[in-house]
């Protein structure tokens, strides 16, 4: 660990100016009756690891079907409510028609891709508590195959030019209305998948989080219902019904974590990869009641950088496991609640502040610095990693503190 202190008057007076400039009446401070003195440390023996759980994907806004990036997604499960159906047992109602629809925004989508559209009245999977990996390797045989889609576009002719919008998927649903309104069904899943395993074949599709329901996965219902019956004339309602699905989720079938050969750390949302990161902060000997101006945590990128990667830091509590395999189905590691922060990659680095946590630490005994948690925003692609060199010489954290 190396440390670097640094007390200079100039220093002290730019400092000062700074913290009072966000204020509309600056305050007049007189250093020379000032007893507050500044100190910088930098700390220098930063260590960590990556660790890998079951991917976390059920809440984006896509649907992936395929292989892409060395990425394989299998299928994409649709799950529909069971609440609604019962309007269509009525003897008085007819159903004309009834759809399944889809969205891409790929204007290239021809009906002959290969994908084809599964249905089993059983449960299968929880958006919410189901894991994509282990969802894989999921048997279609005892599915109804219900074929490949119509696919048509939609654009947006307002103006004299005409602008792609999305491309709608479509299937005719026709041969399940009796399991779909039958309400002795509670289940009613879907899942999409190729029929063929080409490397070459994939799909994004729109989730059900990816708009207000304009573009989410839905069964359309045209139907008739008789209105008023009498011996003069009948009247009847031309009606529609639209069912948005209300769980949708992304199979993976991910790879394991290997051990890595030299000093780095990954994150990646898809493949389930997350670190650990260990600043000793607390070997160092603060005086009392000082105060933390900032403590800010520069971690460089190794040579592929990739700039704004979003990144969210928990401090962690309990004991660090770290021993070899390091795959889980769900995150070992429990998050402090408290004191967290959130930035992004930028120039080959990352910048993250760690003034809350450190101050705590400082503050309240009964917090141990046992280490924090870096993963990915969920605003990330799945499909990309970034990685960290902890032997790079760069890394550090700088903290500038106030002491009486």
């Given at each position: 660990?190396?440390?670097?202190?640094?007390?200079?008057?100039?220093?002290?007076?730019?400092?000062?100016?700074?913290?009072?400039?966000?204020?509309?009446?600056?305050?007049?401070?007189?250093?020379?009756?000032?007893?507050?003195?500044?100190?910088?440390?930098?700390?220098?023996?930063?260590?960590?690891?990556?660790?890998?759980?079951?991917?976390?994907?059920?809440?984006?806004?896509?649907?992936?079907?395929?292989?892409?990036?060395?990425?394989?997604?299998?299928?994409?499960?649709?799950?529909?409510?069971?609440?609604?159906?019962?309007?269509?047992?009525?003897?008085?109602?007819?159903?004309?028609?009834?759809?399944?629809?889809?969205?891409?925004?790929?204007?290239?989508?021809?009906?002959?891709?290969?994908?084809?559209?599964?249905?089993?009245?059983?449960?299968?999977?929880?958006?919410?508590?189901?894991?994509?990996?282990?969802?894989?390797?999921?048997?279609?045989?005892?599915?109804?195959?219900?074929?490949?889609?119509?696919?048509?576009?939609?654009?947006?002719?307002?103006?004299?030019?005409?602008?792609f919008q999305e491309s709608i998927l479509v299937w005719d649903l026709t041969e399940q209305i009796t399991y779909l309104v039958d309400t002795a069904n509670y289940h009613r899943?879907?899942?999409?998948?190729?029929?063929?395993?080409?490397?070459?074949?994939?799909?994004?599709?729109?989730?059900?989080?990816?708009?207000?329901?304009?573009?989410?996965?839905?069964?359309?219902?045209?139907?008739?219902?008789?209105?008023?019956?009498?011996?003069?004339?009948?009247?009847?309602?031309?009606?529609?019904?639209?069912?948005?699905?209300?769980?949708?989720?992304?199979?993976?079938?991910?790879?394991?974590?290997?051990?890595?050969?030299?000093?780095?750390?990954?994150?990646?949302?898809?493949?389930?990869?997350?670190?650990?990161?260990?600043?000793?902060?607390?070997?160092?000997?603060?005086?009392?009641?000082?105060?933390?101006?900032?403590?800010?945590?520069?971690?460089?990128?190794?040579?592929?950088?990739?700039?704004?990667?979003?990144?969210?830091?928990?401090?962690?509590?309990?004991?660090?496991?770290?021993?070899?395999?390091?795959?889980?189905?769900?995150?070992?590691?429990?998050?402090?609640?408290?004191?967290?922060?959130?930035?992004?990659?930028?120039?080959?680095?990352?910048?993250?502040?760690?003034?809350?946590?450190?101050?705590?630490?400082?503050?309240?005994?009964?917090?141990?610095?046992?280490?924090?948690?870096?993963?990915?925003?969920?605003?990330?692609?799945?499909?990309?990693?970034?990685?960290?060199?902890?032997?790079?010489?760069?890394?550090?954290?700088?903290?500038?503190?106030?002491?009486?």
């Amino acid at each position: 660990m190396y440390f670097a202190r640094l007390i200079t008057a100039a220093g002290l007076s730019s400092i000062l100016l700074i913290l009072t400039s966000c204020s509309e009446d600056p305050i007049q401070t007189d250093l020379s009756t000032n007893d507050l003195s500044l100190d910088t440390l930098l700390l220098k023996n930063i260590s960590g690891f990556t660790y890998q759980i079951s991917p976390d994907i059920s809440a984006y806004k896509k649907l992936y079907i395929g292989n892409n990036h060395n990425f394989s997604f299998p299928s994409s499960l649709l799950k529909f409510p069971s609440t609604g159906w019962d309007t269509f047992l009525d003897s008085l109602v007819t159903i004309d028609s009834i759809f399944l629809k889809v969205y891409a925004d790929d204007s290239l989508l021809n009906s002959d891709l290969g994908l084809h559209l599964y249905f089993i009245s059983d449960s299968i999977f929880s958006e919410s508590n189901s894991q994509s990996a282990n969802l894989y390797d999921l048997d279609f045989s005892n599915w109804n195959d219900l074929g490949m889609p119509n696919i048509s576009v939609r654009s947006d002719t307002s103006d004299t030019i005409s602008f792609f919008q999305e491309s709608i998927l479509v299937w005719d649903l026709t041969e399940q209305i009796t399991y779909l309104v039958d309400t002795a069904n509670y289940h009613r899943t879907f899942s999409l998948s190729f029929s063929n395993e080409s490397d070459s074949s994939f799909i994004e599709l729109f989730s059900r989080e990816y708009s207000a329901g304009a573009l989410d996965p839905k069964i359309e219902i045209y139907y008739r219902s008789v209105n008023n019956s009498t011996a003069e004339e009948v009247l009847i309602d031309t009606l529609t019904r639209i069912v948005y699905a209300s769980e949708d989720i992304s199979t993976i079938d991910n790879s394991n974590l290997g051990e890595s050969a030299d000093n780095t750390i990954m994150l990646n949302r898809g493949r389930g990869y997350r670190s650990i990161i260990y600043v000793p902060f607390d070997s160092l000997t603060l005086p009392s009641f000082s105060i933390i101006r900032y403590a800010n945590l520069f971690l460089y990128e190794k040579e592929d950088s990739l700039d704004s990667y979003s990144i969210r830091m928990e401090p962690l509590i309990g004991a660090v496991i770290n021993e070899q395999p390091l795959i889980f189905d769900s995150d070992p590691y429990e998050n402090l609640g408290a004191h967290f922060s959130n930035s992004s990659t930028s120039e080959g680095k990352l910048q993250i502040s760690l003034k809350s946590y450190f101050q705590s630490v400082l503050m309240v005994d009964t917090l141990k610095n046992v280490g924090m948690k870096f993963y990915s925003s969920i605003n990330n692609s799945l499909f990309d990693t970034v990685k960290f060199d902890l032997d790079n010489d760069l890394n550090r954290v700088e903290i500038l503190y106030a002491a009486p």
